[in-house]
């Protein structure tokens, strides 16, 4: 198994991802034949469960884009069916302490560098136990930056070893700031942004964001980020929607369509 967003991550390439939220397989099939490094999803907030992971995962075998998910908790259990199932990694959430970081990279690993308990299920029924031989090297451990506990701990946490990266959940980010969700330009989120870039530079950590669109994904990668999402399955069809209606009603594309008709 050979992780192509780690290995692009690792040598500091830009990297673009796709945030699923839906638990629908022909959208994942479709999502993840453009051209995207890696598709994440998301077990935290997402409309899915796990029993849709085990129907997602199969159905984007056989491409490029790594499969990642966000698991719900920093809990091993959770980490290690989302594994089992057939991702390459995890991006774990509320990681506030650099001992959170040490549980979720135990987790990940199987002994002597961690504690994942062994029985790869997918990637066994693919690859058979040479998976073993690998999976140490190859499952991305991904930990949120998302609290003003966890920027209190940053140094902390990004030198933990086995932490392949940080990522920033930036709405949750501004909620610890005391911000309003979005309030991205205040300079305090700009300064907490410095900040858990220079600790990934520090560290050789790969940077992660999760962007709301495609033009926070270009400006984070323009900023130092490495890695990025360009928006979600359901913000992709709702703006579709949105396009293709307001084109119907003869309204220019920056004229708000009305949702109910109407011309």
């Known amino acids: 198994m050979l992780n192509l967003a780690l290995q692009k991550w690792r040598a500091k390439e830009p990297?673009?991802?796709?945030?699923?939220?839906?638990?629908?397989?022909?959208?994942?099939?479709?999502?993840?034949?453009?051209?995207?490094?890696?598709?994440?999803?998301?077990?935290?907030?997402?409309?899915?469960?796990?029993?849709?992971?085990?129907?997602?995962?199969?159905?984007?075998?056989?491409?490029p884009t790594t499969p990642l998910v966000r698991v719900a908790a920093n809990q091993p259990e959770q980490i290690g069916k989302a594994l089992d199932a057939g991702a390459q990694g995890v991006i774990v959430p509320m990681v506030n302490s650099a001992d959170d970081a040490r549980r979720a990279v135990a987790a990940c690993r199987y002994p002597p560098q961690g504690s994942r308990s062994c029985g790869p299920m997918r990637d066994a029924m693919l690859e058979g136990m040479s998976y073993l031989a690998t999976a140490n090297q190859q499952v991305a451990c991904l930990v949120m930056i998302e609290t003003a506990e966890g920027l209190r701990n940053l140094d902390e946490i990004a030198a933990v070893e086995g932490v392949d990266g940080l990522f920033v959940g930036p709405m949750d980010l501004c909620y610890g700031l005391g911000l309003a969700p979005g309030n991205f330009t205040d300079p305090a989120f700009t300064g907490a942004i410095a900040a858990i870039l220079k600790a990934c530079e520090k560290n050789a950590l790969a940077a992660g964001i999760f962007g709301v669109s495609g033009e926070m994904a270009a400006n984070s990668i323009a900023s130092g980020f490495d890695f990025a999402s360009i928006g979600t399955d359901i913000s992709f069809i709702r703006a579709g929607a949105l396009q293709t209606l307001s084109a119907a009603q003869g309204k220019g594309k920056d004229n708000a369509p009305n949702p109910r008709g109407g011309y």
Do not use: K
């Open 15 to 63: 990297s673009l991802g796709i945030w699923s939220n839906l638990p629908d397989i022909h959208m994942a099939e479709v999502l993840c034949r453009m051209d995207v490094d890696w598709i994440c999803f998301d077990l935290q907030h997402g409309l899915m469960d796990y029993s849709d992971l085990t129907r997602l995962l199969p159905a984007i075998t056989g491409v």
